[in-house]
Structures are given as structure tokens and as C-alpha cells.
């Protein structure tokens, strides 16, 4: 029996997975958050609006989170796939944006956690979702922690 590859079968499932997102970012908005925050068997979600780095067009992404206080911790994990999530990268051009939390929109500003947080951060993302650890052990590459922090 030949072993499977997940990375080729998350490769393939992003076209399946997008429409599922849509679909869940739909509901979550429609429904102010009473539907889609928690989902059983899944993480608590929020839905990052995010601008695209190069295409300057606005996104919606439902993300899995944790939280630090009053800071928000997105695990740019893309599944343990080696390369980074789009959001991610649009982030990183556009830092300044909003997330959904359940019923709260809240403005936030993004920025990479910093090697001193890493540790705890994990911890706490890892506490939310233990697919997380599965994740980092499926890549090489350092998984970025995403923090959220709020706005005026």
C-alpha cells in the first residue's frame, strides 16, 4: 500500500475548501456571529477581512484563534503546507484591518509575534487546536503567529 501524501491532498482540496469557506463566512455574517463563531468539532473561528497585497481587492477569511488578553493569535499554518497563507502575506501589506469575533467587529492591527512570545503563544494557539502541532510537524518551514491588536 503506497503511503498518501497530505500535502498533495491539501493542494488539491484548496478549490473545495474555499467554497466551504465562502460559505461559512456567509453564515457567520448573515447570522452576527451566532452561527459559524463555534462550530462542534472545530476550533473557535473569527473571519479576518484582509486586502489583497497585489490585487488591492478585500477579503474575507474564517480563521481558527486564540486568545492573549485582550490580543487576538492567528497560526498562518495553511494546514502544515510549505508555503504561507495568501492572508498572511496581505497582512503583512495591510496590517491594519477588522475581524469578526462571534457578534463583535472589532479594528485591529496585525504584526508577527516575536521570537520571545513564540513559546507562550504556541501554547495558547495549541490549547485551542491540537492539529496544530500536527501541522508544524507536517512542514519545514517556521509557521508565522499572527498577533491582533486592537485599534482606537
Known amino acids: 500500500m503506497r ?5 498533495k491532498v ?5 478549490a473545495l475548501l474555499r467554497r466551504g469557506a465562502g460559505l461559512h463566512t456567509g453564515v457567520y455574517r448573515l447570522s452576527r456571529g451566532m452561527i459559524g463563531h463555534r462550530v462542534p468539532g472545530l476550533p473557535q473561528m473569527l473571519l479576518l477581512d484582509h486586502v489583497g497585497a497585489k490585487s488591492g481587492q478585500k477579503r474575507t477569511s474564517p480563521l481558527a484563534y486564540a486568545r492573549d488578553g485582550d490580543d487576538l493569535v492567528l497560526v498562518a499554518s495553511k494546514g502544515g503546507h510549505p508555503k504561507n497563507p495568501a492572508w498572511f502575506h496581505n497582512l503583512k501589506a495591510n496590517p491594519e484591518t ?26 495558547r494557539a495549541d490549547a485551542v487546536w491540537s492539529d496544530f502541532k500536527t501541522y508544524r510537524e507536517r512542514t519545514d ?9 486592537r485599534r482606537g
Open 3 to 7: 503511503a498518501v501524501d497530505i500535502r
Open 10 to 14: 491539501g493542494d488539491n482540496s484548496w
Open 98 to 123: 477588522t475581524v469578526q469575533v462571534g457578534g463583535e467587529r472589532r479594528a485591529v492591527r496585525a504584526r508577527i509575534a516575536r521570537p520571545e512570545e513564540r513559546e507562550r503563544l504556541w501554547a
Open 141 to 149: 518551514r517556521e509557521i508565522p503567529l499572527v498577533v491582533l491588536e
